[in-house]
Nanobody, 122 residues
Framework: QVQVSESGGGLVQPGASLRLSCEASGPSFSTFRMAWFRQVPGKEREFVGGSWTRGATTYADSVKGRFRITRDNTQNTVYLYMNSLKPEDTAVYYC????????????????WGRGTQVTVSS
């Protein structure tokens, strides 16, 4: 079972930037397809973006143009760069490894981390 761990969350003002990190255990990380989700209390966990094969990425419409996913396979880490943050981006952000199925479906993933809290507030 692959272990993942998120870090980098915090409290920032609207318009600020933040970088989240997701480190995964196990060999062959370069073959892992990884994604970021977020969740606020009382709502379903929602897809934010994913890092697929051959450098391909996908983003939710709500973050497209503001968020960017990169990865460093030498460090077994995927990054979520978040720019122009808004109060509605406040959530716990999770990282997970994609297995199969719809990429927006949480059932398509395993190896979830514990999440990192991002709060955007003035």
């Amino acid at each position: 079972q692959v272990q993942v761990s998120e870090s980098g969350g915090g409290l920032v003002q609207p318009g600020a930037s933040l970088r989240l990190s997701c480190e995964a255990s196990g060999p062959s990380f370069s073959t892992f397809r990884m994604a970021w989700f977020r969740q606020v209390p009382g709502k379903e966990r929602e897809f934010v973006g994913g890092s697929w094969t051959r450098g391909a990425t996908t983003y939710a419409d709500s973050v497209k143009g503001r968020f960017r996913i990169t990865r460093d396979n030498t460090q077994n880490t995927v990054y979520l760069y978040m720019n122009s943050l808004k109060p509605e981006d406040t959530a716990v952000y999770y990282c997970a490894r994609y297995l199969s199925g719809g990429y927006g479906d949480i059932g398509s993933y395993n190896s979830w981390g514990r999440g990192t809290q991002v709060t955007v507030s003035s």
